[in-house]
């Protein structure tokens, strides 16, 4: 998740916490208000029906008409049930249907006087009330029908604000944390396309002082300082090649020249030879890596052009056949290739001779009938080259570490060699966007498959 919407998520579920917490204060504060609202109500009816109990003549043919004019003026669906002092019904509201209350709620009034109920349906209000000498059991019930539709309407209203606040708060959250951060993710996208060959490509910074500008800042700094060392080393190792390169030609020139003369003991002829591939060796390990610093895999593609495998193939047999004239190689093309196939790759045609004179060298110092067989499979995806030869296969545990620089397996303790082909070969097939792989078919099998994508 990007650091855009971690912020806006975190700042969405902050605010959504606290109007939530803002809601429900607001919901629990008026169910206490309606049910404070509710009590004060029912104690001024209870008043009002003991003022009037106390003002009237005739009670029971007063109370009629005056609870029929003022029913539901205070609360509604009002039920008033009135006892004498022997706690006999004198008077209710209930009509049509059987009376019936609680003897019980009658006597505790006795103790308390005052008795109000909210968590009964409905709520209760009763009270003892001793009107012109006499005691009055007066008890009253309602449902705060308006008092509950108001607070129903309130929990609507709270939760679709809720709701249509979280979404804002997410979407405006988003849109300024983008504004905000606009400047981060355009110093991305410039150190995104800083690459070796462009070390001295500026990012830019902005006039303010804010983090983003001191980052800038810091990187261009630090970027300087890479490209001073990643010239330092190029030119050292153009440098070192170049120089090493003169010397490594005569050797190879007057080591021809010897060894032609044929005036040699077989010891020292075995010996003159041994040293001429060594040569011819460290030449072609010199002049990979002259060719490599000029190239990486940014750049590489700019120089691109269309090569045939084959023809690589070939060219990168006859330079191994010269040092190595003993090597035989039997090339065929897959059954699986179709008649259409063209054999050819985008690349670099000098970096792909040194994949193929490495492979077939170490056929060469490797194997035990100095044969290789070469495999061609073209598909419509893919174009495989397995490079197959005979002799001693590398352990499973040597393997993954194959083409790491400086590795060489058990099969070749006794064999000249700098363990940096297998390397070299990988980062020169990483640079075209292709992948080679080692697998041991049978014993006494070496395969190396070299996989172009299309």
Do not use: C
């Not at 019980?104 to 000498?133: C, H, M, Q, R």
């Not at 006039?207 to 970027?223: G, K, P, Y």
């Not at 940096?420 to 078919?441: F, M, N, Q, W």
């Amino acid at each position: 998740m990007s650091l855009k919407r971690k912020i806006a998520l975190n700042l969405s579920i902050a605010f959504s916490l606290l109007f939530g917490i803002v809601m429900a204060v607001i919901y629990m504060s008026f169910n206490d208000f309606r049910k404070d609202e509710f009590k004060e109500r029912f104690r001024q009816r209870l008043e009002f029906t003991s003022h009037f109990i106390a003002k009237s003549k005739d009670f029971e043919e007063e109370a009629p008409v005056f609870f029929n004019e003022n029913s539901d003026n205070i609360l509604l669906n009002e039920t008033i049930l009135i006892f004498n002092a022997n706690k006999e019904l004198i008077y209710s509201t209930i009509k049509d249907r059987n009376v019936t209350w609680d003897n019980a709620l009658l006597k505790e009034l006795d103790e308390k006087k005052v008795i109000y109920s909210e968590k009964t349906v409905p709520e209760i209000y009763a009270a003892l009330k001793k009107i012109n000498g006499e005691n009055y059991y007066i008890l009253t019930s309602a449902y705060d029908t308006n008092g509950n539709s108001k607070l129903a309407y309130l929990k609507y209203l709270l939760i679709t604000a809720y709701v249509m606040s979280t979404l804002l708060i997410g979407f405006f959250s988003y849109y300024f944390m983008g504004q905000f951060l606009k400047p981060l993710e355009d110093l991305n996208q410039e150190i995104s396309e800083v690459t070796a060959h462009k070390l001295t490509t500026e990012v830019p910074v902005g006039q303010s002082n804010d983090e983003i500008s001191v980052l800038a800042r810091s990187f261009n700094t630090m970027i300087k300082r890479l490209d001073d060392v990643f010239q330092s080393q190029k030119d050292f190792t153009a440098s070192a090649s170049h120089e090493i390169r003169t010397p490594i030609t005569r050797m190879a020139f007057q080591l021809e020249n010897l060894i032609k003369l044929g005036q040699h003991s077989p010891e020292t002829l075995i010996s003159l030879q041994q040293i001429q591939r060594d040569v011819y060796q460290l030449s072609d390990l010199t002049n990979s890596l002259l060719l490599l610093t000029k190239f990486d895999k940014e750049n590489i593609q700019s120089i691109y052009e269309e090569v045939r495998i084959d023809e690589v193939i070939f060219e990168s047999f006859e330079a191994v056949e010269k040092s190595y004239p003993k090597l035989k190689m039997d090339f065929l093309i897959s059954e699986k290739t179709s008649e259409n196939a063209l054999l050819t790759i985008n690349g670099v045609q000098s970096l792909l001779d040194i994949v193929f004179i490495n492979l077939f060298k170490n056929a060469a110092v490797y194997s035990d009938d100095t044969e290789v067989d070469v495999l061609i499979t073209e598909t419509e995806n893919e174009l495989i080259v397995d490079v197959i030869s005979h002799g001693n296969t590398i352990p499973k545990e040597e393997q993954p570490k194959l083409f790491e620089a400086f590795m060489r397996g058990n099969n070749s303790q006794n064999t000249s060699g700098s363990g940096l082909g297998l390397r070299i070969v990988k980062r020169i097939l990483e640079y075209h966007g292709a992948d080679i792989t080692y697998t041991s078919p049978g014993d006494l099998l070496n395969k190396f498959s070299v996989i172009f994508n299309k």
